[in-house]
């Protein structure tokens, strides 16, 4: 007969394979949007942004199923899981990274339909911020799948994902500096800025990821 701590370990393990399997989607969803970021400002038509869109649309659903079954396995565990609440604001906090991504995509759809460009300097930035958002969220990933398995790798995610954050960060004030110093019209800048600030805001959610399972792993490690 397993003991509780056995069982409670196996419940554990359970969800976070779970938790790996929303975080995987969410990660491919963000992929799609530097993909359509990057054919936005090679000049794509937007019909392909809007293929990109509806990739984007398919994949927060399909996260969103996999939400809705970490849901029910925790609701099925109840008090048997330690820390029960930091496993369901895990969950909440990377689905949140999809409704962003799905936010962003949607303004550079109507960017594109508005015929807006960037020029180099400002396509070149908003390109490396894309890069950089996406490694704190592979670290912040990689620090997930550490968690049931090694210590030392999963603090060192966990430190990396802090460091990209702030990368992150300090580049998309220097965007939004040089957006309001472009020639944009009116409504695209807004929207450019917008786009910047959600993309950025994803690497805030990759270390509030990390922030939270470094609080759940005191009951582990």
Do not use: C, W
């Not at 970490?70 to 909440?92: H, K, P, S």
């Not at 702030?166 to 450019?192: F, G, H, T």
Request: hydrophobic content about 45%; aromatic content about 6%.
């Amino acid at each position: 007969m397993a003991l509780p701590r056995d069982r409670e370990e196996d419940f554990r393990v359970t969800i976070l394979t779970l938790i790996q399997d929303q975080m995987r989607k969410v990660v491919d969803g963000y992929r799609t949007l530097l993909n359509m970021l990057e054919d936005f400002t090679d000049g794509a038509k937007t019909e392909k942004l809007e293929e990109y869109y509806d990739k984007i649309l398919k994949n927060d659903e399909s996260a969103k199923e996999t939400s809705l079954m970490i849901e029910r396995e925790i609701n099925n565990v109840g008090a048997l899981l330690t820390d029960r609440e930091g496993y369901i604001r895990l969950m909440t906090e990377i689905d949140r990274v999809s409704d962003i991504t799905e936010g962003a995509a949607f303004r550079l759809l109507s960017l594109s339909k508005m015929k807006a460009k960037f020029g180099k300097s400002l396509t070149q930035k908003f390109l490396q911020l894309g890069e950089i958002v996406l490694t704190a969220l592979l670290r912040a990933r990689e620090a997930l799948l550490a968690s049931t398995l090694d210590e030392a790798t999963f603090h060192q995610k966990i430190k990396e994902a802090e460091e990209y954050e702030k990368k992150a960060d300090e580049l998309y004030r220097v965007i939004d500096l040089e957006l309001l110093q472009s020639n944009l019209k009116i409504a695209p800048l807004l929207l450019s800025r917008e786009v910047v600030e959600l993309i950025e805001d994803i690497a805030d959610r990759a270390e509030r990821i990390v922030d939270i399972l470094r609080a759940i792993s005191i009951t582990v490690f």
